[in-house]
């Protein structure tokens, strides 16, 4: 009888434990499948900064920090140039001649220099401004130097809100502390973009086999392939949030991903919005920079024998590449900690 009792208990206490998980886990969704949600039982958080005035507080924080960031930049660039390379200026010489060909072909030699810098432009940052056949030490090198400059500049910015004086020096040596943290979300996050994956495979196999050429066929698998990629960007968005997360002190990757996911709660596609605007912020200062280096080059080029040869356009490129880098990590960082300005706990 007294085990009997003992096992009821011990039942009616798990019981107990799951009814509060679930009674917590549900607190946070207001929303309810196939029922109307209440207004009185969904509270929108308060809105943050608008679009634009977000895009420029992100910008007036690197600005603020531009004497670390600057240095930071100039670091990575180093490295880059070192270690991975940079677009030779031979290849870019014969893109420039491609295009010349290419506005002869089009309007008989009467080609704009604007229009042609505009399609340099486009075509550089198409196939890309660094090395186009990097060895694999190479590709491994680039990928660490992007992954150095988003914790350096994720770090640099939570001692500077914490209101400490840094160095880069500093940043340099503490920011791949939550390496192996954000490396097992980042393992994650591969995970769930495999439905993508697998629709660019279908894909591929689709266009050889010209399954795509009738039309129920295409308008099957564009349904079936939208599909797939909303399943990995709906389950992706609270990852690249734990991203973020994982690079508090101390915070481990499954408390991160919780913590991601009590953020995004009822804001997923909100959140998507705006990293889509994160990337039209950074699109004005990639036609500032890389444009006029275009026709700095061009007019140099032609102005004196003296300038051939000078890799003036792979290194605007692959400064603002850079600068790209830090762009987007202080945008992340800056949105991830307005996330957690509008978190209210839930007491239970």
Known sequence: MGFKTSVRKSFVAQKSKVHAKKAHYLAGRPHRSFRLTRKEDYKK????????????????????????????????????????????????????????????EVVAGNFSGFGKTTMLFITTVATGGLNQNPTESQQIFNVLIMILIFLATIWILRQRLAGNDVRMRDA???????????????????????????????????????????????????????GLGLLSVYLAVPTVIAVIAATAPGLYPMQALHNAGELVLGKRFKIIFRFIWGVVGILPVWIIV????????????????????WPIVPVAFLLVSLFS???????????YRRLLDEFEPRNH
């Open 290 to 309: 890389v444009l006029p280096a275009i026709l700095l080059d061009s007019l140099l080029k032609e102005f004196s024998d003296f300038f051939e040869g």
């Open 172 to 226: 340099l040596y503490n920011a791949f502390s939550p390496l192996v943290s954000i490396m097992l979300v980042f393992i994650l996050l591969l995970v769930q973009l495999i439905p993508i994956f697998v629709a660019f495979i279908v894909y591929s196999s689709a266009v050889e086999t010209n399954f795509l050429s009738n039309g129920f066929y295409a308008l099957f698998f564009w349904i079936a392939a939208g």
């Open 325 to 335: 880098v830090v762009y987007f990590s202080t945008y992340l960082y800056m949105y």
């Open 45 to 104: 958080p308060h809105p943050p900064a608008q679009y634009i005035k977000f895009i420029f507080q992100v910008f007036g924080m690197i600005k603020k920090n531009k004497k670390v960031f600057f240095r930071l930049l100039l670091v990575s660039a180093l490295a880059s140039i070192a270690l991975v390379g940079i677009m030779s200026q031979d290849r870019y010489e014969s893109l420039n001649e491609a295009m010349d060909e290419t506005s002869d």
